[in-house]
């Protein structure tokens, strides 16, 4: 049984292997850092917007401003579920619709900065509105398109999907989330090859409903790759009027109230071959280049929601009194509000920090924006959940609610249902990590795994190979060990937070060597042991956090000598920081990753039955049964409509 779920775990990651993309012009600082170089010059001096962009960006944040007081009531749209036309209807004359297209193809054009600050805008006000717009352009058609599209497909489409026509990514299916590669809509070519026919369904697909054009991502015939069956997954482009197509569900979920999202079907739906993006076969690797991008939109809108927190905070410590002072004295609320600012500053730094590394052509941003998306929404969500305790009651409450009774409506409880899914989709926290350890391992990888586990077909000589490893690790391993050669050239940040920069330097270091350790501790076994991956892909998440927060604060600084707060900031997030990475490094070798694998393997083997005292133990699946029964004769009536 181990044996069987290795095998699929493993062509699994094969196909995801092939799908990675690997050529690039500029390094990745994190990539560096994992091997245990601390390339302070990529991110010092940090890299701020150009003023010309910045102005670009101003005008055009103002515009989107305008829409959002004018046309979108954030407590309306989460009390009533309905997003209002006029909205849409008014960002698409704004072109937010087409804020990444470029102009030629008559979009706006906003660099990824640009883009990712109207995101911010955004986020701190409706994150309904967010996700319309960045499931649009930030992972639906322009985004493949521009990477991957023909002149002609970019001519035919961009314009149209600039002025409004809304669009959508349709990867998941019910039975496909984390592993797309085992997708099972499948695109058959006709016998001239000149066009597919689209069959199956697509599920969660954001904006889907709505949409006029589709990214949608199916199997074609598989090939034979060193002897092997390579699936080949390949991204078409569909647009809604295609006979076939339909709409088989409208989704509702905890938050994003105002979201269009459903399951689409897709019944013999006849695709051109033109519509293929890239060549048969590149979709996974489309789907995937697609996300790298992507995946800095939802930061920087989880940022924007974090910093409008941090500003309403301060009014509710001050004014809300209790136990004779207000509340903010109290050292326990104390702790959450600095905890708060100092992990908004830091997502600030990396997401801006990962944005101006996007704005480079072709530089190599994978390990970044996972590490943008991992860290800011899993910290967007402890501190949307502090800040909810520190206002109590009324942060339970809804706004809506407290807009009635004649009380400031603060979003933080709208926030915290909106933002859970950051943590979700566009690749769940749990991949973000699986993808971390894989970049951050890449090196050991490439040079031992050709060693440890042969591929079938390989023609290198054990001999050659290990040559290759030997001359390697014989220059590289040892300088693990020298004190280091990095030249900070600070001028502003103070001797606690020099000490912090110092820091980060020589745990790359120690980062570096223990991966290795650890490597040749488990060998081929180790990209298995997700648990232990994870406490090295934390300490490097914490280490770039530290590192772009130290180098935002030393610009900061420079801007305003006066003002220390970013000194402040950076400070306790780096104290912070440091604890977690120790106690990283320490559950590498001292864990309870054995106990984990009983407990679950325990209740995976349905031994907990006894657990069941006192509860409506078959309620969910009275439930599933009941309301699966409606779903279905639903579905079956339209369908038979349809046709
Ligand atoms: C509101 C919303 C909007 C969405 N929008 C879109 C969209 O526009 N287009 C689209 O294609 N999809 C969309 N999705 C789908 C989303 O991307 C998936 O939900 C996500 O990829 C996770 O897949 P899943 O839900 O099937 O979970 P599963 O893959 O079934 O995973 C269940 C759990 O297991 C974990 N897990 C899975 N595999 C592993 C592994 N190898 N190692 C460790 N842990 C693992 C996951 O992290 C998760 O915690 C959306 C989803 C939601 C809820």
Redesign the pocket.
Known sequence: MADLDNKA?EK?MDLAEDARQTEWKFPSFTAELFRGSFRWDLMHPFPAQDPEDKKTGDEYLAKIREVLERYVDPIEIDHTGHYPEEALKAFAEAGAFGMKIAKEYGGVGLSQTNYSRVLSLLGSYCQSTT?WLS?HQS??VPQPLKMYGTEEQKKKFLPRLAAGEIS?????EPD?????AKMSTTATPSEDGSYYLLNGE???????PDADILVV?AQTPPKMVNGKERTQITAFIVEKDMPGYSVAHR?S?MG?KG?S?GLLKFDNVKVPAENIIGKPGQGLKIALATLNTGRLGIPAASAGACKLCVQEVQSWINGRVQWGVPIGKHQAIAKKVANMAADTFAMESVVWLACAFADKENADIRLEAAIAKYFCTETTWRVLDDYLQVRGGRGFETEHSLRERGEQPVPVERFLRDSR?GR????????M??IMAREAMDTHFKLMMPLMKPKPGATESKGSLILKAVKFYASWYPKLWLPSATNYEVKHLNATNQDHLQFVDRTCRKLARSLFHTMGKYRERLEYE?LILANFVEVGVDLFAMAASLAYAEYLIGQKPDDDTPQQLADLYCANARDRIAANFRAVKHNHNAKFRGVTDALMDGKFGWMATDIMDDYVAKAAARELGTAVEAREEEHAHVK
């Open positions: 775990k699994a996700t499931a992972i639906g959508a990514f349709a990867l998941t496909v989330g984390s592993d797309p697509k599920l969660w697909c954001t904006n889907g991502m989704c979920f994003l979201l999202n899914v979700i989709f566009e690749g769940s926290s749990e991949i990590h699986l997700q």
